[in-house]
């Protein structure tokens, strides 16, 4: 009989999902699971060791060894023999990052107002908005030298703002969180259009 898998946690969350080679001969296709994305991610992105990734995933480090080298393999047959590759994204949650001044309020989008709104998307629907205070509102620091990092500890995955320079961009971007360049979203409801598709 076998064993109950076991809840892995998987903070990544994959902005493009389709690699098909030019020109569109490909003679197969490979997919990565959610799994094999976050090992990826976490290994040959971020340039964590097994024993840390494995302890993000919630998972054994052998069990962690076992995915890397199976996503590995695909991603090596894909590029040798030109197949197609799908992302299978398995997370229907995440969360999206914007500052504003006031709650409620998503009139103005900028990295300095007094509040950091955390919207926590699930199945195309809003189910939570938190607000915490912006470490920028107080600080003269260029935002690419906190933000990223405070960020992550938050668990984003998207961060929304009508000013987003390329320092700031590549800090988020290093840390798995991607950017939506936008200066207000009205109603809130709306911000759902940007990222369920």
Request: glycine share 6%.
């Amino acid at each position: 009989m076998g064993r109950n898998k076991i809840q892995r946690e998987c903070s990544f969350k994959p902005h493009f999902k389709k690699f098909v080679p030019t020109p569109e001969k490909q003679t197969g296709m490979m997919e990565l699971n959610s799994d094999e994305m976050e090992a990826i991610f976490l290994m040959d992105y971020q340039g964590e060791y097994q024993e840390d990734a494995a302890t993000a995933m919630n998972i054994s480090r052998p069990t962690l060894s076992r995915i890397i080298k199976g996503a590995r393999k695909k991603i090596a047959t894909v590029l040798i023999l030109g197949y197609e590759l799908n992302i299978v994204d398995n997370k229907d949650k995440f969360i999206v990052a914007l500052s504003v001044d006031n709650e409620g309020d998503f009139s103005s989008l900028s990295n300095q107002g007094s509040l950091i709104a955390l919207i926590h998307l699930k199945n195309r629907k809003i189910v939570d908005i938190n607000y915490i205070k912006n470490p920028l509102s107080e600080k003269t620091v260029k935002p690419s030298q906190i933000l990223p990092a405070f960020l992550k500890e938050q668990n984003v995955h998207y961060w929304i703002s009508n000013q987003i320079g390329d320092g700031l961009k590549n800090s988020l971007l290093a840390k798995g969180i991607f950017i939506k360049k936008c200066s207000k979203i009205d109603p809130i409801e709306n911000i759902t259009k940007l990222f369920c598709k």
